[in-house]
């Protein structure tokens, strides 16, 4: 069994200021964990990922996230939000495999403001 | 590379009409995956093919969801009898298997259904 929960369903930070997206998991194996972020009317992009190799990823756009195990969290920060950051983030576990057992969280909508 | 293309964009449809979408996946992918999403929720599984053969089915997929991938190239996803409960975004997502830990999955934009 698997389940994600984005604590934020919105966050809003002012343009060049860090950003915080939080997610926690469970799960009764050793899962692979993944940040995707949707902008309006795209299809969904893959941001990162970590699959039990380094425990802090580095992504696309400045992105990173810590697998940190004692704590069941994968969050994904940035240092300095830009505009272009705007849009749907989600954080997936699922196993190692086989994405057609990947658990969706509900998603966090993050604003950029000017 | 000219990525997951989904058509159409949008669907309007009447209650108790018939409904088909089509997926035409990274032309390399293997997997190919239906995803249903509504607002304010994550994507949730429908289906997956490995080539033609379609492997899992979620329990989402009620009798009146059908999915095809007869040539193990695009797919198309039909809904009969549509219900408003099956307004929703459609996304489907393209993979190549085995990669190693972590499959890495890669979206359409998705067809929205509207049922009026």
């Known amino acids: 069994a698997q389940s994600v929960t984005q604590l934020d369903s919105h966050v809003s930070v002012s343009e060049g200021t860090p950003v915080l997206l939080r997610c926690n998991y469970s799960?009764?194996?050793?899962?692979?964990l993944f940040w995707y972020v949707q902008h309006p009317n795209k299809g969904l992009q893959l941001l990162l990922k970590?699959?039990?190799?380094?425990?802090l990823v580095k992504g696309i756009n400045g992105f990173e996230a810590e697998f940190k195990k004692s704590e069941t969290s994968f969050h994904l920060t940035k240092p300095s939000a830009h505009m272009s950051d705007a849009a749907e983030y989600f954080c997936v576990v699922s196993p190692h495999t086989n994405a057609g057992k990947s658990t969706f969280g509900d998603g966090t909508t993050l604003t950029v403001k000017p | 590379d000219t990525g997951v293309s989904q058509n159409p964009r949008h669907k309007i449809t009447k209650r108790g009409q018939n409904v088909t979408f089509r997926c035409d996946p990274i032309?390399?992918?293997?997997?190919l995956y239906w995803y249903r999403q509504t607002l304010g929720q994550g994507p949730e599984f429908l289906t997956y093919?490995?080539?033609?053969?379609?492997?899992?089915k979620s329990r989402l997929l009620s009798d009146r969801f059908s999915a095809e991938r007869p040539k193990g190239s695009f797919s198309t996803l039909e809904i009969q009898r549509t219900e408003q409960g099956d307004s929703a975004m459609y996304l489907c997502?393209?993979?190549?298997?085995?990669?190693?830990?972590?499959?890495?999955?890669?979206f359409g934009s998705g067809t929205q259904l509207s049922v009026l």
């Open positions: 799960s009764s194996y050793s899962p692979s």
């Open positions: 093919f490995q080539n033609e053969a379609q492997l899992e």
């Open positions: 032309s390399e992918h293997n997997r």
């Open positions: 970590y699959t039990s190799a380094a425990t």
């Open positions: 997502a393209s993979s190549f298997f085995p990669t190693g830990r972590g499959e890495k999955l890669f």
